[in-house]
């Protein structure tokens, strides 16, 4: 075996290291599953602007094979199949009918308050918070996600998610059981910190 033959097994075995799942999937078609070992995770998948989450399913991107497009039937993200433009992807993603939803989160939240029972909103398609990233795990804003509005006062239009079916509960880590006093987004002490100094 040559040096370079034995650098090359060398350095593929150490990738196949990192990313444990994904280690024996080497074709370009074949599909793999993001995991939080994945060098994909958090980047952002350059057809639907959203960020990999973990379990997200990918596809190698047929232009630029070391990055990833999204090829997810669960979330309806199928980046890979077709280019489809933003307002496609927005429009394909499913939210549960709103007897179902209303339901659903009446439930959750009777059980799972929100830490200082913060109000959710459920992501509808074509609103303003989709695309927008959380300040705790930094993924972007899905239709279907669950978010809480920064309680800060200044609109400053950012969110939170509090989503414990995706294991997103971003709110609840940031609040810690203490209540904030500065914007998660801006910096800016909330205003009713600022009165009680004075």
């Known amino acids: 075996m040559t040096h370079d033959e034995l650098t090359h097994h060398l350095l593929h075995g150490m990738e196949m290291a990192r990313d444990p799942r994904n280690a024996h999937v080497c074709g370009v078609e074949d599909l793999r599953v993001t995991t939080v070992y994945s060098p994909w995770l958090l980047q952002i998948c350059r057809v639907c602007r959203h960020t990999f989450r973990e379990h997200d399913r990918v596809r190698p991107d047929p232009q630029k094979p070391e990055r990833m497009l999204h090829d997810d039937e669960s979330t309806l993200l199928l980046c890979s199949l077709r280019p489809l433009s933003i307002?496609?992807?927005?429009?394909?993603?499913?939210?549960?009918?709103?007897?179902?939803?209303?339901?659903?989160?009446?439930?959750l939240q009777t059980h799972w308050q929100p830490a200082g029972g913060a109000c959710t909103i459920l992501v509808q398609p074509r609103t303003v918070l989709i695309g927008r990233k959380c300040p705790i795990c930094r993924h972007t804003v899905?239709?279907?996600?669950?978010?809480?509005?920064?309680?800060?006062?200044?609109?400053?239009?950012?969110?939170?998610?509090?989503?414990?079916?995706?294991?997103?509960?971003?709110?609840?880590?940031?609040?810690?059981?203490?209540?904030?006093?500065?914007?998660?987004?801006?910096?800016?002490?909330?205003p009713s910190t600022l009165e009680e100094e004075l």
């Open 87 to 107: 307002s496609q992807v927005l429009l394909a993603t499913p939210v549960p009918n709103e007897a179902t939803r209303d339901a659903f989160l009446r439930g």
């Open 142 to 190: 899905r239709p279907g996600d669950t978010v809480v509005p920064c309680p800060c006062g200044r609109n400053c239009g950012g969110v939170f998610h509090q989503d414990p079916i995706r294991h997103l509960t971003c709110w609840d880590t940031w609040n810690r059981g203490a209540n904030p006093t500065y914007c998660a987004f801006t910096g800016a002490t909330f």
